[in-house]
């Protein structure tokens, strides 16, 4: 706490000549472009659209312009950059995998998705592999979105189990002005890394559709670490009315993937394939005193795994395979309305189904042509919940919220949240919050391989939060202060009722922190961001930086369009047990130009001062890599 209070105060501190400088700011209004003026909506803290400043927690909001500069087929590296308190694990060059060794770990404030206890939506439907109930994180490729809107801190309220530790919500793309628009992007680099999209947008009256297709592939800069992708999406929307509106969507993506092992035990033979689908139907209202929908959505995989062997231990080739299906299917209904002057109640109810079945399939050996069960099942949850909004005159908006979740196996739960919001002078906002996040126990802690526990309990935690912004004209920025405690946490212990190791609820999380970002434009031409996260936790857990900045900068006038960032980590903890810990500064740079109206050349080149790190343990990172290729628009 002494450290989290001495970095408040600096980083306040430091902040102060940026609050004079917003004076500065509003007396020049006459030179500022509007666009950076206008509050930022969001459909995630709410089910409804939301101007931002009335929520009483945070939500980063990563919109189309970024994604492009950052010139991905992934969202995870933008997100790792632009998102305090946000990291993400990688391994290589391009690919994340799943099983053994995988990357593409998501955490926020500690809390880590790849134990369920951070959420992924698109259009605000859960996604996560239904047995595992974890992110598949080759699945959120960048031609899927529009935007991306991150809420860091519990989300269980409105989303329930898995959002213990915040969401994020990939909104998917949609054509807005009347036009047929297809972009071509293509590109190739280091170690024969290829990475291709098109794109085809159309807005005819009163229908609208997108469908994109990729194709990535790497041979990754380790032997046996190549990586190969196909993915498609396609959405088409419905005005039916004025007030309403119909949407449908598909996203398919099918990978192959090979790990070659740390690199104290090199690994063959570790393969992956893997294909993940999603698919939703949305029907929509939208009037001046009420808003709502209702939405179905259905997500499915298919894993294949050959968990390799390591020759130098003297192993043999694995005798079987990994197989499972999973599912996942949710139904959800939600009504927001305005019932007097400055109020808006949003109720709503989810159902949701998922699990699958997954087994060994032996192929050699003395078990040949045999399969060995490991799981089959699947579990339901229902929920209702009620938001509440109420703006107290004109300098304070109160937000309260309770859900009641019911799971078929676990029980129920009841998941409250409340905040204040004070709109301060000059443009300023107080926020200060309380919320409860949980998640269930998934099907793998409780029936899969030792150490399976079936009696395992609901793990919760409470975030605490104040944070403070201002944005007007050309500047914004933001200080948030949080602690995070929790129980019940699950963890793998000696059993105590006999021999061996059990799943127990016997974990707790008691983390601290400080988030800062800032961003300015200094010309019409030129700007700069920055941010940075720290983070105190009693208990460490990998892939959790104790440290993360980001600073960059952004240059764009007539053809050219250039940025360069630099991201330092500190006190990355890349094992708990023996402790390990790295330490690197990463520089970056992207640049544009467009040469006819309706082609452009681009280049990015990725950790510049070809530092040696490692963010999974015994996977050593790329040295310096560059990508180069051109867009076509027509």
Not at 158 to 181: C, D, F, P, Q
Request: net charge neutral; hydrophobic share 35%; proline share 5%.
């Amino acid at each position: 706490m002494k450290n989290v209070t001495f970095i408040s105060c600096f980083m306040g501190l430091c902040l102060l000549p940026l609050a004079e400088k917003a004076q500065e700011v509003r007396q020049d209004s006459s030179a500022v472009d509007n666009h950076y003026m206008i509050e930022e909506v969001v459909v995630t803290g709410t089910r409804n659209k939301t101007d931002v400043r009335h929520l009483s927690q945070t939500v980063s909001v990563i919109d189309r312009r970024k994604i492009e500069q950052g010139m991905q087929p992934s969202l995870l590296p933008i997100l790792t950059e632009q998102v305090p308190g946000l990291f993400t694990t990688a391994r290589g060059v391009m690919g994340f995998g799943v099983s053994d060794g995988a990357a593409g770990g998501i955490s926020l404030r500690g809390l880590s998705g790849g134990n369920a206890r951070m959420m992924v939506l698109i259009d605000g439907h859960p996604q996560y592999a239904g047995i595992f109930r974890h992110p598949i994180s080759d699945a959120y490729q960048t031609l899927l979105a529009e935007r991306v809107e991150v809420l860091r801190g519990p989300a269980s309220m409105l989303y329930g189990s898995n959002a213990m530790g915040g969401v994020v919500n990939i909104v998917t793309r949609k054509m807005e002005e009347e036009a047929i628009r297809t972009v071509l992007h293509t590109g190739y680099g280091s170690y024969n890394t290829l990475e291709t999209e098109l794109t085809n947008s159309v807005r005819r009256g009163k229908f609208s559709s997108t469908v994109s297709g990729s194709y990535n592939r790497t041979d990754g800069h380790r032997t046996d670490m190549g990586f190969e992708q196909y993915g498609g999406y396609a959405k088409a929307g419905y005005q039916m009315t004025p007030n309403w509106q119909a949407r449908a969507d598909v996203n398919i993506t099918h990978f192959n993937a090979s790990y070659p092992g740390p690199v104290s035990a090199p690994l063959l033979e570790g393969d992956q394939r893997i294909t993940r689908g999603a698919a939703s139907l949305a029907v929509e209202n939208d009037y001046e005193r009420t808003s709502g929908g209702l939405s179905f959505f259905y997500n499915w995989g298919k894993h294949r795994i050959n968990d390799g062997y390591t020759p130098g231990a003297g192993e043999s080739p694995q005798e079987g395979r990994f197989h499972s299906h999973d599912d996942m299917m949710g139904v959800s209904l939600f009504q927001s309305a305005q019932l007097f002057k400055g109020n808006r109640v949003t109720a709503g109810a989810d159902w949701f189904r998922y699990g699958g079945k997954a087994w060994n399939k032996y192929i050699a050996g003395t078990n040949a042509g045999t399969r060995r069960e490991l799981v089959d099942k699947h579990e339901n949850e229902m929920a209702g919940y009620v938001d509440f909004r109420q703006h107290l005159g004109t300098g304070i908006t109160l937000n309260a919220g309770i859900r009641i979740d019911r799971h078929s196996r676990v029980g129920t739960e009841w998941i409250p949240q409340a905040g204040l919001s004070f709109h301060l002078p000059q443009a300023m906002e107080l926020k200060l919050s309380a919320a409860k996040g949980f998640r269930y126990p998934i099907l793998r802690e409780m029936y899969m391989f030792p150490p399976q526990n079936p009696d395992l309990k609901p793990e919760s935690m409470w975030n605490y939060e104040i944070a403070f912004s201002q944005r007007e004209g050309r500047l914004s920025y933001g200080v948030n202060l949080f602690y995070i405690n929790g129980k019940n946490l699950i963890m793998t212990l000696p059993n105590p009722n006999g021999s061996g190791r059990l799943n127990l609820n016997s974990g707790k999380i008691e983390n601290t922190g400080v988030e800062v970002q800032a961003a300015y434009r200094i010309t019409p031409t030129w700007s700069v961001d920055a941010n940075y996260s720290y983070l105190h936790m009693e208990n460490p857990v990998v892939a959790a930086p104790e440290h993360k900045l980001y600073a960059g900068t952004g240059f764009a006038q007539g053809r050219w369009n250039v940025s360069t960032g630099v991201q330092y980590i500190a006190g990355l903890y890349t094992s708990v047990a023996p402790v390990a810990t790295e330490y690197f500064t990463l520089w970056n740079i992207r640049a544009s130009f467009r040469a006819p109206r309706w082609a452009e050349i681009w280049a990015r080149g990725e950790n510049l001062l070809a530092q040696r790190y490692e963010i999974n343990a015994g996977y050593p990172m790329p040295r310096a890599t560059v990508m180069a290729g051109f867009n076509i628009r027509f």
